[in-house]
């Protein structure tokens, strides 16, 4: 028994001399464009993660960042493994967990970001709702049949003419990135004479005279509901659990810094992303109260059960949490 205790002390030793896996010393992350990625924009600009990361023993731990136009790019950058936290609209999250839910490149959402309206504005006095809309008129949105927006587009169709006739104006979308459908639609010189957007670039083309908003997502959803989700497979947690905690602090310390100081957080905004528009307009969007930046994840088990139904996703969720990692099951989220 002796020789025994030796041999398991020994072994001990042993194990504890063995160096633990060094976590990633660079991070990629991949953010779109407009207000709605306002905390990631500050986290690039303030070094937030490289300060985290500091803070947590991590030392000097590189950041890249990439800018995608839509989350059916950001999903192929991510199951690549070329980027290692996106933000998904609560479809792109949805599609992507019920395409790697239980195999090595699972994907799970790791935080909420915001909760904000995204509008369907149009410019033609025709069209007074979506039962308006023919095979003449355009509608500009990220991309088509997988984006937030067209999502959002389906389920107003789904209430407007029928489930069956779901899918009835997708011939209608075109894909485009937000700043060019903004351009496309301002100058009334294209095809594209409705855009489904979101901040910024909604109110915006609210302001020219004889745009109009026919619906937002708000009105679809019932309810408020999360514009984005931030997102990493569940191989990279488990490597990586120091590295993805002083992700989600960083993310929480520019969440902090926006709710504190909003002018500030607008002024940022305009010079990081070069924005011309004056402080006074970002500043009253920040100041909308249907415009939240927190990470509590919403209206997730809603978008996720219509697309079970209509077959965009092929696996249902039991619940809201089956699509986000396990940090966040004890938040108020849906």
């Not at 997988?146 to 587009?153: D, K, P, R």
């Not at 905004?269 to 415009?291: C, F, G, Q, S, W």
């Not at 996720?304 to 619940?319: E, L, Q």
Request: some cysteine; glycine content about 8%; aromatic content about 8%.
């Amino acid at each position: 028994m002796r020789i025994n205790a030796l041999l398991a002390a020994a072994c001990v030793a042993a194990v504890a001399a063995i160096p633990a896996k060094a976590e990633v010393n660079e991070l990629r992350v991949a953010k779109q464009y407009g207000l709605g990625y306002l905390q990631l924009i500050l986290m690039e600009d303030q070094q937030l993660i490289e300060k985290q990361a500091k803070a947590a023993g991590l030392g000097d731990l590189k950041v890249g960042w990439n800018t995608f136009r839509s989350s059916d790019v950001m999903n192929d950058a991510l199951l690549s493994g070329s980027v290692d936290f996106v933000c998904l609209g609560p479809p792109g999250l949805a599609i992507i967990w019920a395409k790697t839910a239980g195999t090595a490149q699972e994907v799970k959402g790791s935080s909420g970001l915001n909760s904000l309206p995204l509008f369907l504005n149009t410019r033609e006095a025709r069209v007074q709702s979506i039962r308006d809309l023919g095979e003449k008129d355009r509608i500009a949105l990220p991309a088509v049949k997988v984006s937030f927006q067209a999502i959002m587009l389906q389920m107003a169709s789904a209430k407007a003419f029928g489930d069956a006739n779901y899918a009835k104006l997708d011939a209608l979308t075109v894909s485009m990135a937000h700043p060019d459908g903004l351009a496309t639609f301002l100058s009334g010189a294209g095809e594209i004479n409705n855009h489904f957007t979101s901040p910024p670039f909604q109110y915006r083309e609210l302001a020219k005279p004889g745009i109009r908003k026919l619906t937002s997502s708000y009105d679809i959803l019932g309810t408020k509901g999360s514009f984005n989700i931030i997102a990493a497979t569940t191989k990279f947690r488990t490597a990586n659990p120091k590295v993805y905690g002083v992700f989600n602090a960083a993310l929480a310390e520019a969440t902090a810094i926006i709710n504190r100081d909003k002018k500030a957080a607008a002024e940022t905004y305009l010079r990081v992303t070069k924005d011309r528009a004056p402080p006074e307009e970002i500043l009253a969007m920040l100041n909308d109260p249907d415009i939240e930046f927190h990470t509590v994840p919403k209206g997730l088990q809603q978008i996720a059960d219509f697309m079970y139904k209509v077959g965009t996703i092929k696996t249902k969720p039991s619940s809201w949490k089956d699509l986000l990692h396990d940090n966040l099951h004890g938040q108020p989220g849906s």
